[in-house]
T-cell receptor
């Protein structure tokens, strides 16, 4: 079945450090890929998405590139801020399917 | 403002009681979803609906029920049959179920605690 595997957390970085959160997937079809972010006590917000191979999604300084050859969608940011502290979820959706398949989430803490 | 609202934010329930969680959207989206989130885990789909008066079971529907009498509303009832109901419940909506690129937008969630 379809699945998403994320980098184990928690991840702790200093402000202005470079961030990578790894995400790989297994899908029976040709998925769309998403990164969602969840701030403490809140729902999920869409951070970025990519719908086909080699697409790059970007938002708020975060980027992720859809790599079909490595079945990956790693999240990166060049210089993190304290306000980026949150839980990040990688997810996929196969065309025609009725649900998002989520990874387990990666908790990120940025220290000043 | 367009968006998804869920109420209440926190809910406490005694064992053996049914409880209903509210979800309303004013985005004119066709599809609505309910997910459950447990600590350290991803989200799991409970129920979804693509049109008024129709809904389908997700991966973990046992002990839950839903209705879709209006396009903008998709309430979830957690029944006494749900063995471990304490969790964070998230409602989502999307424009259409057709294709794979329609994005799901989430509400702020309801945290249910069974005492």
């Amino acid at each position: 079945g379809d699945s998403v595997t994320q980098m184990e957390g928690p991840v702790t970085l200093s402000e202005e450090a470079f961030l990578t959160i790894n995400c790989t997937y297994t899908a029976t079809g040709y998925p769309s890929l998403f990164w969602y972010v969840q701030y403490p006590g809140e729902g999920l917000q869409l951070l970025l998405k990519a719908t086909k191979a080699d697409d790059k999604g970007s938002n708020k300084g975060f980027e992720a590139t859809y790599r079909k050859e490595t079945t990956s969608f790693h999240l990166e940011k060049g210089s993190v801020q304290v306000s980026d502290s949150a839980v990040y979820f990688c997810a996929l959706k196969v065309g025609g399917a009725q649900k998002l398949v989520f990874g387990q989430g990666t908790r990120l803490t940025i220290n000043p | 403002d367009g968006g998804i609202t869920q109420s209440p934010k926190y809910l406490f329930r005694k064992e053996g009681q049914n409880v209903t969680l509210s979800c309303e959207q004013n985005l004119n989206h066709d599809a609505m979803y309910w997910y459950r989130q447990d600590p350290g885990q991803g989200l799991r789909l409970i129920y979804y609906s693509h049109i008024v008066n129709d809904f389908q079971k997700g991966d973990i529907a046992e002990g839950y029920s839903v209705s879709r009498e209006k396009k903008e509303s998709f309430p979830l009832t957690v029944t006494s049959a749900q063995k471990n109901p304490t969790a964070f419940y998230l409602c989502a909506s999307s424009q259409t179920l057709a294709g794979g690129t329609d994005t799901q937008y989430f509400g702020p969630g309801t945290r249910l605690t069974v005492l």
